[in-house]
């Protein structure tokens, strides 16, 4: 398990992380995301989104999940819970789900997809605008 924070400015975000907690990067993909760790299960996931105005918001638990994430959404809708985002394919090799629990915590989870390499994704990034 690791945080990610959902930021309007990942860079910054990142450089902030870098410079006053000592975080270094494990990988970044400019203005998208930045994995950050601190000391040894110190992990904190940085991706672009938009400005939460209440403060805690904008958190979210993710888990690493083995089996298919796409299996979930029937399971979650049944029990109560709802489907916030995907599931989808990330630039960082993961395909994710992210729903709201009956309680309303927000809960993703990330299941290893195929890797790309950082030029690959970057490329794809060009091509796409």
Known sequence: MFVRL???????TRLWFHQVL?????FDIPQTMAHLRGRRYQDVLIVKGE?????????TVSFTWQS???????????AGGKVLDGPVDRPWNARELVIEDPNGYRLSFSQS????????????????K
């Open 68 to 78: 298919s994430v796409d299996d979930l959404v029937a399971k979650v809708r049944t």
């Open 51 to 59: 400005k939460h105005k209440a403060q805690g918001q904008g958190v």
């Open 6 to 12: 959902t930021v309007a400015d990942v860079d910054a």
């Open 113 to 128: 997809i195929p890797h790309k390499d950082l030029e690959e994704v970057l490329s794809g990034d060009k091509a796409e």
């Open 22 to 26: 000592g975080f270094e990067s494990v």
